[in-house]
C-alpha cells in the first residue's frame, strides 16, 4: 500500500496498525479492527513494561514513598507527590500551616507550566503547522519553540528551587517540607514569571487561532472541583453528569481492570462506562474558578463551549492554563509569607490514606494502607492516562471512519494528532513508525 492509497481502497474487513507512537510520554501503538467501513474495534497498545511502583512502596514509611512515587514520571513527578503527600496527612490528621499549602500549590504551578508548554508548543503545535517534529517547525517558527522553551525552563526554576531539583523533586516531606524558603528566594521568580505571563497569554492567541478537524464527542468528563479555587491540591470529585465526591471516594465510583492488549490497567466507571480527565474536563466543571486574567483568555476565544465537546481543542484548554498557572504562581508570590517551621511534627500509625490531586493531565488517585508500624501495606496508584485510555479508544473507533477515505498518511495523521490531543503519559518517543493496513477478511 502507498501513502497516496486510501484505508478504504483496501477491500474486505482491515487491520488498521499504528506500531508507535511519537510526540506522546512513552511506547505504545495503536490497532484498528474496521468492518465494513465500521470501526468495531480500537485499541491503544501500551507495552512498557509494568514498573511495580505499587509494590516498591510496601514497607516503606510515607516519606519515603513520597521519594520513589516521584520517580514514577519526570514530567509530572510532582502530581504524584502531591498526590501522596495529601493521602497521607489526611489519614493521619496532620494540620499543615497554611503558608506550606500556599508553597505546595505553586510547586504544582510549575508543574503544570513546564509540562503544558512542552506538550504545547512541542508535542502538538507541530501538527497544526504541518511539520513532522518541533525540531523541523524551528527552521520557520524558531520563535514559537523558543517561546515554549521558555516558558518550560520558568517552570522548570519553580521546580528546582522548591523542590530541590527541577526533575524528580527531593524536598517534599508529610508535614510540609525539608526546609523553610526565604521571602528573597520566592521573589526571584517574579521576574521570570512575569515574562512567561505574557508568553502564555500570546499562546492562547496562537492556539485558538489554529484550525482544528471538526469532531464533536458526547462523554463523561471527571475533574475535581474546589469551592474557590481551580482545582489542582484539592476539591472534590465531580463529573459532567452529576457526580459529586470527596477526593478520599474515588473507589466508590470507579475500578481498575486488565485488559489483553495494554500492560496499562484501564479505568472506568461502576457501570463499565469511559471517562475524560484533563485541561478540557476541568476548564468544563471549573472553568468558573479560573485566575481572572485566565477566564478573560478563554472567553476572549469563544470557545468554552468546543472545549467540551472537540479534543482537537484540548490545546486551548492547556494554553488557558497555562495563563491561570503563571497569574496564580505570581499572586502566590506576592503574597508569601515563609511558614513557622518547614514541616508539621506528626507521629507515624496505622491508618487508611487516599487522595486525589489534578495532575497536568488530569485526576491522580492514590490510596494506601498503613500497618502498625506506620509502614505501607498495600498501595494503589492511578494515574491520569490509564483513565483515559478506554475514552481515548472510544473516541478513535467513532473517529476513524471519518478518515477512511483520505490517503493513508494524511489518515495517520489526523488519528495521531487526535491521540497527542489527550498527551498520553505512555513515554518518550521521537517519531512514529509505519502505519500498515493489512486485510483480514
Not at 522548591?162 to 526533575?167: L, P
Not at 476572549?300 to 492554563?321: F, M, Q
Not at 501495606?377 to 479508544?393: D, G, K, L, W
Request: proline letters at 6%; aromatic letters at 6%; hydrophobic letters at 45%.
Amino acid at each position: 500500500m502507498h501513502d497516496t492509497d486510501t484505508l478504504a481502497e483496501s477491500s474486505g474487513d482491515l487491520s488498521v496498525d499504528i506500531a508507535g507512537l511519537t510526540r506522546v510520554e512513552g511506547e505504545g501503538s495503536l490497532r484498528l479492527q474496521v468492518r465494513n467501513g465500521v470501526v468495531e474495534q480500537a485499541h491503544l497498545e501500551i507495552f512498557e513494561a509494568p514498573r511495580y511502583f505499587e509494590r516498591l512502596v510496601v514497607g516503606r514509611t510515607p516519606d519515603e514513598v513520597i521519594d520513589i512515587v516521584a520517580r514514577i514520571c519526570g514530567i509530572c513527578p510532582v502530581a504524584y507527590q502531591m498526590t501522596a503527600v495529601h493521602a497521607f496527612e489526611h489519614g493521619l490528621g496532620i494540620e499543615i500551616d497554611p503558608a506550606v499549602r500556599a508553597l505546595r500549590r505553586l510547586l504544582y504551578c510549575g508543574e503544570w507550566i513546564e509540562s503544558h508548554a512542552l506538550h504545547v508548543y512541542l508535542l502538538h503545535l507541530p501538527d497544526f503547522l504541518g511539520y513532522p517534529s518541533a525540531l523541523e517547525m524551528a527552521h520557520d517558527r524558531r520563535a514559537a519553540v523558543e517561546a515554549g522553551l521558555a516558558l518550560k525552563r520558568t517552570g522548570n526554576r519553580i521546580v528546582e528551587l522548591i523542590g530541590g531539583r527541577a526533575i524528580h523533586p527531593v524536598s517534599v516531606r508529610v508535614g510540609g517540607f525539608s526546609r523553610s524558603f526565604r521571602r528573597t528566594e520566592i521573589a526571584a521568580l517574579r521576574q521570570p514569571l512575569t515574562a512567561a505571563l505574557e508568553v502564555a497569554l500570546q499562546t492562547v492567541d496562537l492556539v485558538a487561532g489554529l484550525d482544528t478537524p471538526q469532531f464533536e464527542r458526547d462523554g463523561r468528563l471527571v475533574a475535581l472541583r474546589h469551592p474557590s479555587e481551580y482545582p489542582m491540591n484539592e476539591g472534590r470529585i465531580v463529573s459532567s453528569d452529576g457526580l459529586d465526591l470527596a477526593a478520599t471516594d474515588w473507589r466508590s465510583e470507579f475500578s481498575e481492570q486488565q485488559v489483553a492488549w495494554s500492560n496499562a490497567l484501564q479505568a472506568r466507571g461502576r457501570d463499565g462506562r469511559p471517562y475524560l480527565l484533563g485541561p478540557a474536563a476541568r476548564i468544563t466543571l471549573a472553568g468558573d474558578r479560573l485566575h481572572p486574567m485566565a477566564a478573560a483568555a478563554l472567553a476572549r476565544t469563544g470557545l468554552a463551549a468546543e472545549i467540551a465537546v472537540n479534543p482537537y481543542r484540548s490545546i486551548v484548554a492547556r494554553a488557558v492554563e497555562l495563563v491561570d498557572a503563571t497569574a496564580e504562581a505570581l499572586d502566590l508570590i506576592e503574597a508569601y509569607e515563609p511558614p513557622h517551621e518547614p514541616a508539621a511534627r506528626w507521629r507515624p500509625g496505622p491508618c487508611s490514606a487516599a487522595w486525589a490531586t489534578e495532575a497536568p493531565r488530569g485526576l491522580i488517585f492514590h490510596a494506601y494502607e498503613l500497618d502498625d508500624q506506620g509502614l505501607v501495606a498495600r498501595a494503589q496508584i492511578v494515574p491520569p492516562t490509564s483513565q483515559n485510555q478506554a475514552a481515548i479508544e472510544a473516541d478513535l473507533a467513532a473517529f476513524a471512519p471519518r478518515v477512511l477515505d483520505l490517503p493513508q498518511r494524511e489518515a495517520t495523521l489526523r488519528i495521531e494528532q487526535l491521540i497527542r490531543s489527550y498527551d498520553p503519559c505512555i513515554s518518550c518517543a521521537t517519531h512514529f513508525l509505519d502505519l500498515t493496513v493489512e486485510n483480514v477478511g
